[in-house]
């Protein structure tokens, strides 16, 4: 590693001290200015009522209630409007950086400009600025830093608090666009002018012709709406809303407010979606597996549809007499309620529940196989990383936030997540076609962990060796062609 001198080091000891110098320097202060101008851009939001919610300690049915609510909120279709002389122009910002470079006293300013009462102010600001941070390498930990500035990635509090954050950006734009220094743009002509969106991503709108933004930003023009807004990652968008989301399973009701493959309502341990292996597309709310004269399951219809496994699960769902509507409650506990601690582990570990393939005799026997090949240990674990789902595909990155686009960057086709990676991408197909490894047409449609154990625990020793090294190797040149 190159110190700040270009002298090449290689001493464990100078590389942690470069490194934790970098993360200094990153996480140092650089002071807020005069916030006046922005500030006064600022409404009191906060009402009495609103800071003795906060400070309150929350009802379960309440907070459930509100989840609800916000999962059901759907994104805005503007950018199909027909261009006028001038252009209509969409800057999508990347904010991922950003959290690291959130000022804490202006975020103080903002929370008490916006009204939050005091006391809630510093319970926030404790929790924002305890915290040090030490470098890691090959395990070992560093010397022990406190830094001046920066959200913690990964914290389920850091991106409500870069919410408020961002306000500041937003009332910034509000300011110009009153000063008539920015037009946004309308979605219909009595609609209300927008300058920007915001989700993971900052989107800013106005007027502006093309040679303008070329030349004057340095971006490049793209007319491709949907790519523009990060549409084909839209999932994602909701993945970031995430930690809420990902960790609520539907309780069946009349069953119509859910999807049959897109929701979760009848995970167990080791799964979260229902797949269908039986296609039909009259099938896609639970309402429709439900004989609501008797509230009943439809029992055949479901066997004939789903593996027998799935079905299994669908039919130990016991169904009220009387129908209520569906609802929202939190899987992370058993009993159903938010709690910190599982959110954390939901949010560092992703769908880790989902990670142990659903056979507990196949999977050891995989296990064991593995092990037991006589292959290097770099491809033995390169495997063993990948049953874990610790590997860094895109898609895992972005559970934790550091990057925002998780799209696979060879085919730029479907979330790179090791579905993805070691099977589906059509460079992977390719590979294992070349190779003639040829497997059961419903294998395809497996998670990973499945597929995986289903082929190491049931292949000969030869033809696992040679799917593990496939494996080791499909990583690899991964990894060569993003790197
Ligand atoms: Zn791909």
Redesign the pocket.
């Known amino acids: 590693m190159e110190d700040n001198k270009g002298i090449l080091r290689t001493e464990e000891k100078d590389i942690e001290v470069i490194t934790r110098n970098y993360f200094m320097k990153l996480f140092e202060s650089k002071g807020v200015g005069n916030t006046s101008h922005l500030l006064s851009g600022f409404r009191c939001t906060i009402t009495d009522s609103m800071n003795q919610v906060l400070t309150a300690i929350l009802k379960r049915r309440k907070f459930l209630k509100q989840l609800t609510v916000w999962g059901r909120q759907k994104g805005l279709n503007l950018m199909n409007k027909r261009m006028g002389k001038r252009g209509l122009m969409a800057l999508k910002i990347d904010m991922s950086k950003a959290y690291d470079r959130v000022e804490w006293d202006f975020l103080q300013q903002m929370m008490a400009k916006m009204g939050f009462n005091g006391s809630w102010i510093q319970l926030i600001m404790r929790c924002i600025n305890m915290v040090t941070y030490s470098v890691e390498l090959d395990g070992k930990s560093g010397e022990i830093f406190m830094p001046g500035r920066g959200l913690r990635q990964g914290d389920p509090l850091s991106p409500f608090l870069f919410l408020i954050y961002s306000e500041g950006l937003s009332t910034l734009l509000k300011l110009a666009s009153a000063e008539g220094l920015l037009r946004g743009i309308k979605a219909s002509r009595r609609g209300p002018q927008i300058t920007h969106l915001f989700a993971d991503d900052f989107v800013l709108f106005g007027e502006a012709t093309e040679e303008a933004i070329s030349s004057r930003l340095g971006v490049k023009w793209t007319n491709n709406a949907e790519k523009y807004l990060g549409l084909p990652s839209m999932k994602s968008i909701w993945a970031a809303k995430g930690l809420l989301q990902s960790g609520l399973c539907w309780r069946v009701g009349t069953g119509w407010n859910i999807n049959i493959e897109e929701d979760v309502w009848a995970q167990d341990d080791e799964h979260l979606l229902i797949k269908k292996i039986v296609s039909n597309p009259d099938l896609l709310k639970v309402a429709d597996l439900i004989d609501c004269t008797n509230r009943s399951w439809k029992t055949e219809l479901i066997k004939g549809t789903f593996s027998e496994v799935d079905a299994q699960r669908i039919l130990q769902i016991s169904l009220a007499r009387l129908p209520q509507d569906d609802f929202l409650a939190w899987r992370g506990e058993p009993t159903g309620e938010y709690t910190v601690r599982s959110g954390y582990r939901l949010l560092l570990h992703g769908n880790s529940i989902n990670n142990n393939g659903y056979n507990p005799s196949e999977n050891r026997k995989c296990y064991k196989n593995l092990w037991k090949s006589d292959l290097p240990s770099k491809l033995k674990i390169t495997a063993w990383r990948a049953t874990l789902n610790y590997l860094p595909t895109l898609s895992n990155l972005r559970t934790k936030r550091l990057i925002t686009d998780d799209v696979?960057p060879?085919?730029?086709?479907?979330v790179?997540n090791r579905n993805?990676?070691f099977r589906?991408?059509?460079?992977?197909k390719e590979t294992w076609n070349s190779l003639n490894f040829i497997w059961p047409v419903n294998l395809v449609d497996l998670e990973f962990m499945e597929w995986f154990t289903w082929i190491v625990s049931n292949s000969r020793m030869d033809i696992c060796r040679s799917f593990l090294y496939t494996i080791w190797a499909i990583w690899l040149a991964r990894n060569k062609w993003i790197h």
């Open positions: 696979c060879r085919c730029k086709q479907e790179e993805h990676v589906d991408c059509t460079v992977s």
